[in-house]
Nanobody
Framework: QLQLVESGGGLVQPGGSLKLSCVVSGFASDDYAIGWFRQAPGKDREAVSCIGRGGVSTYYANHAKGRFTISREKNKNTLYLQMNSLKPEDTAVYYC?????????WGTGTLVTVSS
């Protein structure tokens, strides 16, 4: 059974950094896209960044460009999101997402709070 488990969230001051991790288990195919979404209180879930099928392309939402970096270690089945220059508006639950054959799989999320 496929599982996505996020970690690395927490409380950070504006301008600080956090690195999120997502460990994928129970999945053996190479045909998938994987990435990060977030949902702030009272708002819809939105895309942050993703790595396309085959790992060739990456996507960043405008709010993430220049501040966030997505990466992965395939041998560890782990996806990362390095977040720098964090702003209060980055406060949200961050979800790992995997898309395979038209199906979207989600982790349970990790909370990031940016506040002084």
């Amino acid at each position: 059974q496929l599982q996505l488990v996020e970690s690395g969230g927490g409380l950070v001051q504006p301008g600080g950094s956090l690195k999120l991790s997502c460990v994928v288990s129970g999945f053996a195919s190479d045909d998938y896209a994987i990435g990060w979404f977030r949902q702030a209180p009272g708002k819809d879930r939105e895309a942050v960044s993703c790595i396309g099928r085959g790992g060739v392309s990456t996507y960043y939402a405008n709010h993430a460009k220049g501040r966030f970096t997505i990466s992965r270690e395939k041998n560890k089945n782990t996806l990362y999101l390095q977040m720098n220059s964090l702003k209060p508006e980055d406060t949200a639950v961050y979800y790992c997402n995997l898309q395979h054959l038209g199906i979207m799989y989600w982790g349970t999320g990790t909370l990031v709070t940016v506040s002084s």
